[in-house]
């Protein structure tokens, strides 16, 4: 049975903007943890290995409730959805702000995470549902704005908070504009999607851990730079895992995420696009605080702020190259991203030993509006390229493979920076491994400019 409505005029923007508040929140919750990870250090007296388990394991148990959102969406009235989404967020907040030990903040961090894994492919898809296809690059560039402005709020929020009241405050705050949401979204937030009831895969399910095998192994062998047999047993039962996943998606008749969308070659070259423009977006993330710190020897504080500059270019053009899109064509405005792209990285592996502050502002910068050019473009292209039935399949997809491939990026990042070199003093040793690192980033960017190339402008009346 459907329990679908038709959203138009004010009705459709009051839900998107709640739809959007929600999610905001929910980002800057990533990003705004990392600031406070030295008072957590102190508070539960742990070291910095473990305290990387509340971004880790939040990454891990994020990306094995992604392939579970298509079954939900089809299951389950979106407003039911969206509000059980809230509240498990809340409870696992409300843990965390409670927690008398590390433990108990963890598993507070696990039931963020499940909301999270769960809300970021399914607004994605809910948004692509609602909004005609002349429109959606325009929307789903909101959608941008909201994801990209939380990587420079985050920290800012997290900072204000931190100097006037304890770690405590900053969950407290969430907590807080979550609850709001919840009770807005009562009133604001409808099911425009229709319901396909199917009974939930369990072996699917259990072979999607698969995934976490995966992210773990990688961040794992990328941040120690070794490798041992535990992590032997989990790269091959991984293996063993997907294998069965990819079977039963294939032989089933309601497969738990359809993998046939792979079949459609302008989605497969959406999702390689967004992907590698996310691996971009979160490497220059990483590796410029390491360079301003042990090459510019800056502040660890100034090495924080130094990321805002980027991040809030993102958020600007993130809407308006939305508008672009819809104006001018998806082909062109990916085209501009990736060429962008590949200008950061070019000026990075050029300049590497001239390398000021002021230059690594302007390349992130140009990186980071090269990918507001390609990451939600690449993703509502790819979903253009779908019948409507698959697009909720189709984001999860995306939004699976782009976090695989963001690790797979932090991963290969990271050991490129511990390769041995044969340079003189340390300073020189750690340029020339970041431009190594420069080096192999660029050719990653140039690739994803061929990919731009020969992806084609595609419309849902051609489809039809």
């Known amino acids: 049975m459907a329990d679908q409505v038709k959203l138009h005029g004010k009705k459709y923007w009051i839900f998107v903007l709640t739809l ?115 429109q959606r690059g325009t929307v789903m560039g909101f959608a941008g704005l909201v994801m990209g402005s939380a990587l420079a709020v985050g920290p800012i929020v997290s900072g204000v908070v931190l100097h006037f009241f304890a770690w405590q405050g900053v969950f407290i705050l969430f907590f807080v504009v979550l609850t709001v949401v919840a009770l807005i979204a009562i009133q604001t937030v409808l099911s425009p999607l229709s319901l396909q009831h199917s009974k939930l895969d369990i072996i699917s399910v259990l072979s999607s851990f698969s995934f976490i095998g995966f992210l773990y192994v990688l961040t794992t062998s990328g941040k120690n730079l070794s490798w041992n047999k535990t992590l032997t047993i989990i790269l091959l039962s991984s293996v063993v895992g997907l294998i069965i996943f990819i079977w039963r998606q294939l032989t089933n008749h309601q497969p738990l995420l359809q993998l046939r969308v792979l079949q459609t070659f302008n989605f497969d070259l959406a999702v390689l696009l967004t992907g590698f423009s996310y691996v971009s977006l979160i490497v220059v993330t990483i590796i410029f605080p390491l360079y ?146 420069f080096g192999v980033f660029l050719i990653i960017s140039v690739v994803d400019v061929f990919f731009a190339a020969i992806i084609r402008d595609v419309s849902i009346k051609s489809k039809k």
């Open 292 to 437: 301003y710190q042990n090459v510019l020897h800056l502040s660890p504080f100034i090495s924080g702020i130094a990321l805002v500059p980027g991040a809030v270019v993102l958020s600007v053009l993130n809407p308006l190259t939305g508008i672009l899109a819809d104006k001018l064509g998806f082909k062109l405005t990916l085209s501009i991203g990736t060429i962008l792209i590949v200008i950061g990285w070019l000026g990075l592996f050029v300049l590497n030993e001239n390398l000021t502050i002021w230059w690594l502002l302007l390349l992130a910068a140009i990186i980071e509006g090269g990918n507001a050019f390609v990451m939600m473009p690449a993703t509502t292209m790819g979903a253009n390229a779908l019948p409507k039935q698959f697009i909720s399949h189709g984001t999860a997809v995306i939004t699976t493979l782009r976090q695989i491939l963001g690790a797979l990026g932090v991963a290969l990042a990271t050991i490129l920076l511990a390769l041995p070199s044969s340079a003189g003093s340390q300073l020189q040793r750690q340029q020339q491994q970041f431009h190594w690192t």
């Open 20 to 134: 959007l508040a929600g999610t905001f929140t929910m980002s800057i919750s990533q990003s705004a943890l990392s600031t406070a990870y030295p008072t957590l250090m102190r508070y539960f007296h742990i070291n910095a290995s473990a305290v990387q388990w509340l971004t880790t394991g939040f990454m891990l148990i994020m990306t094995v409730m992604i392939p579970v959102s298509p079954w939900l969406l089809a299951n389950i009235p979106f407003k039911k959805l969206f509000i059980s989404l809230l509240i498990i967020f809340d409870v696992g907040t409300l843990l965390i702000i409670w927690a008398p030990n590390f433990g108990t903040m963890l598993l507070g961090r696990a039931l963020e995470a499940v909301a999270v894994g769960v809300l970021f492919p399914s607004y994605q898809t809910v948004l692509l549902d609602i909004t005609d296809e002349e």
